[in-house]
């Protein structure tokens, strides 16, 4: 039996390190994959980040092949359809259903059997129709609808009639689960795995030079910086610590230009994600100051297992996601209770306890997760 094609609508491939790149680099070595770039969700504007946002996409519909900056895996394609900016009106989505039904017609030509469609984004829902004999599943990864700036009726609508008209759902939590649910359908439940392997090497880790000259101790954020961060704490914080750095690790999408302006707050743009365990190796206490937004009560974070496999102390929100591992790390629900509980592990370190607990990520690699993903996309 040959292998089944797999189709993927998610971020940018390589961009970052997405749960869904996470998985589909276990499944390429055995299945041929066809991954879309998209032009994302958020509405333009004439900020920074969106002109950034479309000379990078502008990059990738005109350069060839060869300008590739990493070699692909093996049996991956990437491909970036030119797409409309926006998706509020029926013209908006009418021209980019032509769009991407184009480009899905010129992959299929290079299909022997119909392929599993894989989306993490409501956009292309007005594709379903027209690939009827395609099999279609949502893995639901965010609530888009409650992202900022993203046009949040937009992506209500269609992610409505995705959900109506997929063959499975896939949720990352329970919060979004539930959501489903709601909505009229069941989901599987797979939340996020960790690169045991990776964090394995943070004791080895070569120091990081981007870093040298910054004042330890080091409280250290990496992920997307963006508007769900609470701003409001990570200032109380720089502002509470006699010395040191609060270090914001990623890339940047629109965040709070207060943070560039906070003493002791120190932003840098992503490191490669193999590069990760030097940062943490010269980390005192990883932090995840999420404000309390419908957004990040429905999202899994990703780093919140690589923040618990890293071996270091780790400061979180109090949010659905993380409670099932509140012995692991302090979970916490105010700025005056984040700063205490930061300053504590500054001085003590990871405690006993919280290190027992987390041997329960022994179970929670990406092989494992990428396992039963693969089951369900193939209808198991």
């Known amino acids: 039996m040959s292998p089944t094609s797999f189709i993927v609508f998610a971020d940018d491939w390589g961009r970052h390190p997405s749960s869904c790149q996470h998985l589909f680099r276990r499944l390429i070595p055995r299945h041929p994959t066809f991954w879309v770039n998209t032009i994302g969700l958020r509405r333009p504007t004439f900020d920074m980040a969106s002109v950034r946002r479309a000379l990078e996409k502008l990059r990738q519909w005109t350069r060839r092949k060869s300008a590739e900056a990493a070699p692909l895996p093996a049996n991956l394609s990437v491909s970036n359809p030119r797409m409309w900016p926006w998706f509020s009106t029926a013209l908006d989505r009418a ?18 059997a119909p392929p599993v469609v894989v989306t993490t984004l409501p956009i292309v829902a007005d594709l379903l129709p027209l690939f009827r004999r395609w099999r279609w599943v949502y893995y639901c990864v965010d609530d888009f609808s409650k992202w900022p700036g993203v046009d949040g009726k937009a992506m209500q609508r269609m992610e409505k009639l995705l959900v109506e008209r997929c063959d499975r759902i896939i949720a990352v939590s329970e919060t979004l689960r539930d959501k489903m649910n709601r909505m009229g359908r069941e989901a599987e439940l797979l939340t996020h795995g960790v690169d045991l392997e990776l964090y394995a090497t943070v004791p080895q880790a070569p120091p990081l030079p981007e870093i040298a000259t910054l004042e330890r101790p080091l409280v250290v954020f990496f992920g997307v910086i963006d508007r769900r961060m609470d701003t409001a704490w990570v200032q109380v914080l720089a502002q509470s610590l006699e010395a040191g750095t609060v270090l914001l690790v990623g890339p940047q999408d629109n965040p709070d230009p207060v943070l560039f302006q906070t003493p002791r707050v120190v932003v840098m743009p992503p490191i490669a994600y193999e590069r990760l365990p030097s940062l943490v ?81 022994r179970a929670e690699g990406w092989a494992e997760k990428a396992q039963q993903f693969e089951r369900w996309l193939l209808g198991g």
């Open 281 to 361: 190796r010269e980390s005192a206490v990883l932090i995840m100051p999420y404000a309390d937004l419908p957004v990040t009560r429905a999202m899994q974070p990703l780093k919140l297992k690589e923040y618990l496999a890293a071996g270091r102390p780790a400061v979180v929100r109090d949010l659905p996601a993380n409670r099932p591992w509140a012995d692991c790390m302090d979970m916490v629900g105010s700025g005056e209770a984040f700063v205490a509980a930061v300053r504590e592990r500054l001085r003590t370190g990871l405690p006993p306890e919280q290190g027992r607990a987390r041997q329960r990520l």
């Open 95 to 112: 021209i980019n259903r032509f769009l991407l039904a184009r480009h899905l017609r010129r992959l299929a030509r290079r299909l022997a």
